[in-house]
Nanobody, 119 residues
Framework: QVQLVESGGGLVQPGGSLRLSCAAS????????MGWYRQAPGKQRELVAS???????NYAGSVKGRFAISRDTAKNMVYLQMNNLKPEDTSVYLCNVDEWVRATKSTYWGQGTQVTVSS
């Protein structure tokens, strides 16, 4: 059973930085996309950033140039470095893995970590 455990959220002032981490376990993760979504109260869940097994990255327009996603394949970790944070970045951030095994896609979610940007 795949498990995703996030860490690194918290309260930060506008313009500050945070680094989120997600530890994935329970699979070999050969063909996958790992990413971060966020969901604020009353809003739809949205993709923030993703990285696939070949290293291709994808970012939401609102975070390009401020956020960076990276991974450590040896440790099955994915990170989200968030710089120049804005109040509108306040949300619950969720780690996501989509994995393909023998053409079957499975989707997994972490429990989420709160990020609050406020002065």
């Amino acid at each position: 059973q795949v498990q995703l455990v996030e860490s690194g959220g918290g309260l930060v002032q506008p313009g500050g930085s945070l680094r989120l981490s997600c530890a994935a376990s329970g699979s070999t993760f050969s063909i996958y996309t790992m990413g971060w979504y966020r969901q604020a109260p009353g809003k739809q869940r949205e993709l923030v950033a993703s990285i696939n097994w070949t290293g291709v990255r994808n970012y939401a327009g609102s975070v390009k140039g401020r956020f960076a996603i990276s991974r450590d394949t040896a440790k099955n970790m994915v990170y989200l470095q968030m710089n120049n944070l804005k109040p509108e970045d306040t949300s619950v951030y969720l780690c996501n893995v989509d994995e393909w095994v023998r053409a079957t896609k499975s989707t997994y979610w972490g429990q989420g970590t709160q990020v609050t940007v406020s002065s």
